[in-house]
């Protein structure tokens, strides 16, 4: 397997696109190494697991918690594991943000590696070093920047995802179509979820694309000062959605991208939101909700992108170019609660 390498602040880290799984052993030494990863993953390719050390950790975004941390803190200095221990996470956005967190507290930091296996955390959770956990009602409220030494990514581990779990990674590709690449939101417009599935070379190209241009951004502004910020888009609204109602994390995100299209007309004169909306559609993702906006503008209040009483809201010029917004917390909710 040939990685690309990436460089970022505290050194590389190795990209290995069409990867596969079965040879995670030529990335890390087995007996140094121990996988963590979640019950649903663990018995969909527990065949591709044998003879590694093994964490199973109960599968979902409730379990992304201190608790689980000290729980596998503990367990970990069961096993013995040490400074030279490698910690592999192997799963979705979860397992991405829990192994990235636990390995850069344990004994100060430990290497990680990611083998992301849903879509969503191909093109963006496994990406990017921000990992973390949720307390209470705030999403990702406590964590780290800190990346990975590699990044496996084995695109034949998608196929026994569900249809759900794919929109949820493309509402992330989407979101990166509207803030950065206009002609991969024309490619998505001329295609579908289906054709995609099927057609193993778009979605290699699709995985790569997203994964590169997410780091792209991120190389530039580690540390979200700028740029990186613009990720954000459909994010601020999506978490305060995802954190009060039984919905996934890309069906928050598509509902937020909604509303932030709608705030870009407002405010920038945006004329393309109809296009976004039929092409969440067409993903398979929620363009409309009822949510109480009262309720959601109050954990909204508590985003990490509020500075003082302004919040940095993302917006679109156009298809394709994302922007970073100031608006008046007061204005906001004003704008928003108008909306509905
Ligand atoms: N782990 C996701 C990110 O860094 O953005």
Redesign the pocket.
């Known amino acids: 397997m040939n990685p690309k390498k990436i460089r970022f602040s505290q050194g590389r880290v190795e990209y290995y696109f069409d990867g596969s799984l079965k040879k995670l052993g030529q990335l890390t030494d087995k007996k140094k190494t121990i996988i963590l990863t979640d019950e649903h993953v663990f018995a969909a390719h527990q065949d591709k697991l044998k003879g590694w050390d093994v964490i199973t950790l109960k599968p979902g975004e409730a379990y992304k918690i201190q608790a689980t941390v000290d729980s596998v803190i503990e367990t970990l200095i069961e096993m013995q594991a040490d400074r030279q221990t490698t910690l592999v996470g192997i799963g979705g956005?979860v397992i991405?943000?829990l192994t990235?967190y636990i390995a850069s507290i344990y004994m100060r930091g430990i290497r990680f590696g990611f083998v992301p296996t849903s879509l969503l955390a191909m093109v963006?959770?496994?990406?990017?070093?921000?990992?973390g956990i949720d307390v209470g009602e705030y999403k990702n409220m406590v964590g780290v920047?800190r990346q990975p030494a590699f990044l496996l990514f084995d695109p034949s581990l998608l196929q026994t995802l569900p249809d759900t779990h794919w929109s949820d990674g493309f509402a992330e590709i989407i979101k990166h179509a509207c803030i950065k690449d206009r002609s991969a939101f024309r490619t998505l417009e001329g295609t579908d979820l289906k054709t995609i599935q099927e057609n193993k070379r778009l979605l290699s190209w699709l995985i790569q694309r997203n994964a590169l241009l997410?780091t792209k951004v991120?190389v530039q502004d580690e540390f979200e000062s700028g740029e990186?910020k613009l990720?954000n888009f459909g994010h601020t609204l999506g978490h305060a959605i995802e954190t009060q109602y039984e919905l996934s994390h890309g069906q928050s995100v598509s509902l937020g991208m909604v509303y932030a299209s709608r705030l870009s007309e407002k405010f920038l004169g945006f004329n393309g939101t109809d296009r976004v909306i039929r092409l969440l559609e067409q993903y398979g993702l929620p363009t409309a909700a009822s949510f109480k906006m009262d309720k959601v503008l109050s954990i909204l209040r508590m985003d990490k992108k509020r500075v003082s009483r302004e919040m940095n809201y993302i917006l679109l010029e156009k298809v394709g170019k994302g922007v970073i917004y100031p608006i008046e917390l007061k204005t906001l909710e004003q704008e928003l609660l108008a909306l509905g």
């Open positions: 956005g991405t943000d990235g963006d959770a496994a990406i990017g070093g921000k990992n920047i997410k991120v990186r990720l």
